[in-house]
């Protein structure tokens, strides 16, 4: 069977909780039975990574408008086009923006499937009109799909709450994979002058949802002066919220390290005293599975996505509290450990084993 994957920016090497996922799964999907062709936005093209398969997955290049708001609406409908001039058996959408092109793909006659990364639509960076149309997608997504994946069993409540009454909604968690670090990626430490001195470490993209901004406060407000406070990672586009926390950042001394590839994100994972998620929104965060994985301690939002890896008490604070976030940060450095966590539900193969099977099933 032909499978074409879009609603992401790309694979390999781009910023983004989706994009990782994909890079993760389809390699493990990819096979004699099962074509994968990814459609990626040409501007995101890494550095190094301008290229047309990757580990077994076909890569396919498509420009796009530059629109922070459209951007992801156009380039899924031109992939939809894509995939029927090739031939596909199945389409591939992720998250409920580019879900907007169920229906469309479905009116062409190719098998549709969503994967529900979580209600976007609760992001902070959308106003009244994104967010209806957000809704929307998730709406058609669901409706119109032959399947329908969510990634976490809060996501899955809603949907099934919501939308009742539509076909099976399959559970497939996201997982953690980092690569070993090698000697290379340890030097990276180095470079940032980090090697044996305590920080605190968060990862994601410079959006008003991942709270980074309040873990700049509470920062400030700690009792520990003898720590540096890394955030690794960079925003899609420029804008007045990624400037101003760039801003907040050197005024307070944070070290920013700018979007790294995975293999450094693993070396700051295993090095750093404590890494800290502050989200106001998430799905099922891969840079706290990740993180976690090379037994970094963790302190996290209470919110449901986090909440749902199960974590004990003490690795959770309040959500946009930053008095809360500061007096707990404090408590996690007063007797920093590495912990070992059970990691079982996140195991990529056996995600990718559940994918293929929705695959199989909706061509049987």
């Not at 959408?93 to 609760?122: C, E, N, Q, S, W």
């Not at 998430?282 to 302190?299: Q, R």
Request: charged fraction near 25%; include cysteine.
């Amino acid at each position: 069977m032909k499978i074409v994957v879009t609603g992401l920016r790309g694979i390999p090497g781009i910023q983004g909780g989706v994009e990782s996922h994909c890079e993760a799964l389809y390699p493990r999907i990819a096979d004699a039975g099962h074509e994968v062709i990814v459609v990626r936005r040409k501007k995101f093209i890494a550095w190094g990574h301008a290229v047309n398969i990757y580990k077994g997955v076909k890569i396919k290049d498509i420009d796009n408008v530059s629109s922070k708001g459209f951007e992801a609406f156009i380039h899924t409908f031109l992939a939809v086009i894509y995939a029927k001039r090739v031939g596909a058996d199945i389409v591939h959408i992720h998250a409920i923006g580019p879900a907007l092109m169920v229906p469309f793909a479905r009116l062409l006659g190719m098998k549709v499937l969503m994967t529900h990364h979580g209600p976007d639509y609760d992001r902070q960076k959308w106003g009244r009109l994104a967010k209806k149309i957000l809704k929307l997608g998730e709406r058609w997504g669901v409706k119109y799909a032959n399947a329908v994946i969510v990634i976490s069993n809060h996501i899955k409540r809603l949907v099934e709450t919501e939308y009742p009454s539509q076909h099976a909604v399959y559970l497939i968690r996201n997982g953690f994979s980092l690569p070993n670090v090698k000697d290379e990626c340890l030097s990276y430490t180095d470079h940032l002058g980090l090697t044996g001195k305590k920080f605190i470490l968060t990862v994601g993209r410079f959006v008003k949802e991942k709270g980074f901004d309040l873990l700049i406060d509470a920062y400030c407000r700690l009792s520990h002066h003898d720590v540096t406070l890394v955030i690794a990672g960079d925003a899609d586009h420029e804008d007045g919220y990624s400037a101003f926390l760039k801003e907040k950042a050197r005024k307070a001394g944070v070290l920013l390290t700018g979007f790294v590839q995975k293999d450094k994100v693993a070396a700051l994972c295993k090095a750093c005293t404590l890494f800290v998620l502050p989200s106001f929104h998430e799905g099922l965060p891969i840079s706290l599975l990740e993180a976690m994985s090379t037994g970094a301690d963790v302190l996290v939002s209470d919110i449901p996505a986090n909440l749902e890896i199960g974590l004990g008490k003490e690795h959770y604070f309040k959500v946009g509290d930053v008095d809360d976030m500061a007096v707990n940060i404090d408590r996690h450095l007063d007797n920093p450990s590495r912990v070992t966590y059970d990691m079982n539900l996140y195991d990529w193969d056996v995600i990718a084993r559940e994918t293929k099977a929705v695959y199989d099933s909706l061509l049987s």
